[in-house]
């Protein structure tokens, strides 16, 4: 008996031990370097026009606003000035976000990309949400004021958080919509950015990230992660229902960003970009700061 629970040990570690070389082996299937290097080659191409600059896989899927879309015919066709970009690097999933501010450029953006690439480091997945005058509270010259003012750089190794706990503390923002009761884990201070709305302009050092009830329970299905622990930094596309009024009301939603910067366990900072298919998703919001 004690030969046999032995020989179950052993086998059992060698199990184990393969698995954990086959996890390594997987995550190391694409870097941060390599990533870093990819979204690099995204501005590029974007600035320059020529999405041929991209090493996209065979069979690799395109699509701008929840649509595929032609690469050769869509937003990379087109030479668009880059006034500021912020990238993060989700190594795990082997995934890119991109916020791209063209507030200069004779058509404005404010444009969100991510990218999935396989182990041959080939774009498989591409998709942006691509916002201009009409979509919610657009405004790309306020966005880029506030954007490049933000700090989201590298957090010390020793004060990161877990994975887990970065993608919680976003998500509770986005489902405190769909129940206002949720608890969302907001730190001091706590600034949104949404379109030309800077909700810190109230008050810098403060939380003010809060968000009111809708009149009816959000669903915001369709989520897609980006998670760059290195940066506390998480990126969700997703389904925005009921704000846009354009679309039915049994409809799962318009294309939407959030991008969150998460500090100890807290959301620090908060973006979203939201797709309208009429102006202003015909929910008359002011101008001003909220």
Known sequence: ????????????WSIALAGIA????????????SLQELTDTYVEAQTTGNAAMLPLA????????????????GMLSEAITADFTRSFFDTTLCATFTEFVAATHEHPYVIHTRMEVNDEDEVTIMESVVTDEGDWVFGADVFLSYTQQEDW?????????????????????????????LPVPHGTPC?????????????????????GAFP???????RRF??????????????FSWLDAGLGPYHPGTPASQQF??????NRYIHEVTVCTTPGCSRGRPGGGQ
């Open 226 to 239: 980006v998670i760059d622990e290195t940066m506390g930094a998480v990126s969700i596309f997703h389904n």
């Open 261 to 266: 910067r998460v500090e100890n366990g807290m």
């Open 216 to 222: 009816q329970p959000i669903n915001t299905g369709s």
């Open 22 to 33: 086959f996890i390594a082996d997987a995550s190391a299937a694409c870097t941060r370097e």
């Open 1 to 12: 008996m004690k030969r046999k629970i032995t020989s179950f040990t052993i086998k059992y």
């Open 153 to 181: 750089g590298v957090i010390p190794e020793d004060q990161r958080d877990m994975r887990g706990v970065i993608k919680a503390a976003a998500e509770a923002y986005i489902n405190n919509w769909g129940d206002p009761f």
């Open 191 to 211: 600034a949104r950015l949404e379109g030309r709305i800077y909700t810190g302009t109230r008050d810098p050092q403060g939380q003010t990230c809060t968000m």
């Open 58 to 73: 065979a069979a690799a899927y395109y699509g701008e606003n929840d649509k595929p879309t032609d690469i050769a015919e």
